[in-house]
């Protein structure tokens, strides 16, 4: 039997991670914290898959999609958490449990960030933990596929 597969969507910019703004979002790269997501899910018997993108009619897609292959969906949203709701929508639509991670605690930065219109309809929110919030994030993502949580 496969493993549940768990999608971890990333939206605009943070593929520039590493060099993008070092003393708000650290210096991990995308890659290096796709490497430690692949590392937990093995060990959590889940399947995953990346995508990335700047463009929202892609995320979008990449969201609805997840209705018929994913369990799981762990996403940080970047700049589109503070007002797509089309992307909001799309999170309602998908039907599967939907993490929020953010890198940095945006309850401690610019007013503008301190509203999510993702986080309504996410089953969980990480923030300010830098890389291991997605890794915290998988986690409660398995958890709760395992009737756990
Ligand atoms: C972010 C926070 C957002 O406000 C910002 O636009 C990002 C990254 C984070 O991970 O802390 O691109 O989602």
Request: proline share 5%; charged share 25%.
């Amino acid at each position: 039997m496969s493993s549940p597969l768990v999608l971890i969507v990333n939206g605009p910019k943070l593929n520039t991670l590493g060099t993008r703004e070092p003393e708000i979002y650290g210096t991990t790269t995308l890659a290096q914290i796709e490497e430690m997501l692949r590392k937990r899910a093995a060990e959590l018997d889940l399947d995953l898959e990346f995508f990335q993108s700047d463009v929202l009619d892609e995320l979008i897609r990449a969201i609805r999609g997840a209705r018929e292959r994913a369990a799981a969906i762990v996403m940080n949203p970047a700049a589109f958490t503070h007002y797509a709701l089309a992307l909001r929508d799309a999170v309602e639509e998908a039907g599967v449990p939907l993490y929020e991670v953010h890198l940095s605690n945006i309850y401690a930065r610019e007013t503008f960030r301190r509203h999510s219109v993702i986080s309504p309809v996410a089953a969980g929110v990480v923030c300010g933990l830098g890389p291991a919030g997605y890794v915290a994030a998988l986690e409660a993502a398995a958890r709760k596929l395992k009737g756990n949580a």
